[in-house]
């Protein structure tokens, strides 16, 4: 059992930066791959970034690319985004998730991928 915990949000300038941090407990951490969802009010949940179990491979939704960082600590069962440059549009709840990584694909993009969630942080980013 993994059980997640987001930090790290909060209220940002247009152009500014966050750091959010997934924090997980269990001893299998380290062996599952690991994505970032946001969801804005009255829209569905979106993937924003994905990193594989080793942090080897990641992935990023268009909008993001160049913008953010997806990166991990497994020593310290950590998952990090890094987000610069923040735009209006980003405001959103953002999620950490993840599951046990399997040899079928290095990362994960959907939302039904994904066996554990956090209880999400907010970031608002102002005009």
């Known amino acids: 059992q993994v059980q997640l915990v987001e930090s790290g949000g909060g209220l940002v300038q247009a152009g500014g930066s966050l750091r959010l941090s997934c924090t997980a407990s269990g001893r299998t951490f380290s062996s599952h791959a690991t994505g970032w969802f946001r969801q804005a009010p009255g829209n569905e949940r979106e993937f924003v970034a994905a990193?594989?179990?080793?942090?080897?491979?990641?992935y990023y939704e268009e909008s993001v690319l160049s913008r953010f960082t997806i990166s991990r600590e497994n020593a310290k069962n950590l998952v990090y985004l890094q987000m610069n440059s923040l735009k209006p549009e980003d405001t959103a709840v953002y999620y950490c998730?993840?599951?046990?990584?399997?040899?079928?694909?290095?990362?994960?993009?959907?939302?039904?991928?994904?066996?554990?969630w956090g209880q999400g942080t907010q970031v608002t980013v102002s005009s």
């Open positions: 990193i594989s179990w080793n942090g080897e491979y990641q």
């Open positions: 998730a993840s599951k046990r990584a399997t040899s079928d694909s290095h990362y994960y993009t959907g939302v039904t991928d994904y066996d554990y």
